[in-house]
């Protein structure tokens, strides 16, 4: 059994392809064998240490979160999924362990995969089509007809963002990299803004202003909202957690696996109102490699990174 790991925080270059024992399998958790696991900026960044807090000082760690495939076993106080099934989901942030032949993961963040979706469509979904419905719909409070404005409208969360609310009946407008305007009009994007776009002049038209990025100064977002509008954010530092407690606008979403909202994603993919664009598959054997390129030069403009066993 191989899968990507590292003996210590750091750069591209502590991640291996080694040989492993999956861990032993808790009441709640599932064995699945992975068909498809897909890269995130966030393994990158755990990786290096940023949220070691949480993550711990316990190596080799494995790498990944998204992953689809068929599950082996089931912990015994799972119900809910059975082995054979085919399934999308993602591994627990504090052991994660995707980029391999199998992971372990608890049952809530695994569901049935659409038998419509390839397993590699299916792996790109769990992390930004979940962090994109809970910021849309658990804190944005989404209604069909609002107005959506999406920074960074071309990236993962973003597409995941701007397909859900479209499919729940809002109107989006959105930001992308000069010259991708024709992409992100494809999407239904209207209008389509430069990431340096001018708040003033999109005074007071959108219910929820979500910024994907992280980047959009507060006081520029502000400007965007209708009365009683909602600034989303997916960067979750200590300022922007510490301003989502106080009263306000403003909310930080932190993706958390419940497992309705998965399933909600999952079934927006399966009836064809969500897709995230694949721009590579590799087979687990040159995946560090993929990944480091991923890391140092990559846009995701593109689209996802697959990794496929082999
Ligand atoms: N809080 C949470 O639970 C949570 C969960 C998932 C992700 N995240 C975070 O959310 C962010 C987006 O994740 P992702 O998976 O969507 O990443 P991604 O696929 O790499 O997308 C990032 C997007 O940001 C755009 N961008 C780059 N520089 C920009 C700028 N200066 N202004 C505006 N947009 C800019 C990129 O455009 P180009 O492609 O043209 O460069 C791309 O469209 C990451 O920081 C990630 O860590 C947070």
């Known amino acids: 059994m191989k899968r990507i790991q590292y003996h210590r925080y750091g750069g591209p270059e502590v991640m291996r392809l080694e040989d492993f024992e999956p861990r032993e399998l808790g009441a709640e958790d599932v064995l699945v064998r992975v068909r498809a696991a897909a890269a995130n900026p966030m393994d990158f960044g755990i990786r290096d240490g940023a949220m070691k807090m949480m993550t711990g000082r316990s190596f080799p760690r494995g790498m990944g979160y998204d992953f689809a495939g068929v599950v082996e076993a089931v912990g015994a106080d799972v119900t809910r999924l059975r082995v054979g099934d085919e399934v999308l989901g993602g591994a627990p942030i504090k052991w994660s362990g995707a980029f391999a032949d199998v992971v372990v993961a608890e049952h809530k963040g695994i569901v049935e995969k659409p038998a419509n979706l390839s397993f590699e469509a299916a792996a790109a979904l769990p992390t930004v089509g979940l962090t994109a419905y809970q910021a849309l719909f658990n804190k944005g409070k989404l209604q069909p007809g609002q107005a959506v404005f999406v920074h960074g409208s071309l990236g993962g969360v973003g597409r995941a963002g701007v397909q859900l609310a479209s499919a729940h009946g809002a109107r989006v407008a959105g930001s992308c990299r000069a010259g991708s305007a024709d992409e992100a009009r494809a999407l239904g994007i209207d209008p389509v803004v430069d990431f340096d776009f001018d708040a003033a002049a999109l ?30 954010s997916t960067s979750p530092s200590p300022a922007n957690i510490a301003r989502s407690a106080l009263p306000g606008p403003f909310h930080a979403v932190i993706a958390h696996a419940v497992t309705a909202d998965i399933e909600a994603v999952a079934r927006a993919a399966g009836d064809g109102h969500l897709e995230l664009p694949i721009a590579r598959t590799v087979p687990l054997s040159e995946a560090v490699a993929a990944l480091t390129d991923l890391e140092r030069n990559g846009s995701s403009k593109r689209g996802k990174l697959i990794i496929v066993p082999g």
């Not at 219910?207 to 502000?222: M, N, S």
């Open 203 to 232: 005074a007071q038209r959108f219910d929820i202003v979500f910024d994907t990025v992280g980047k959009l100064p507060i006081k520029e977002a502000r400007k965007m909202l209708s009365p009683n509008g909602r600034i989303v």
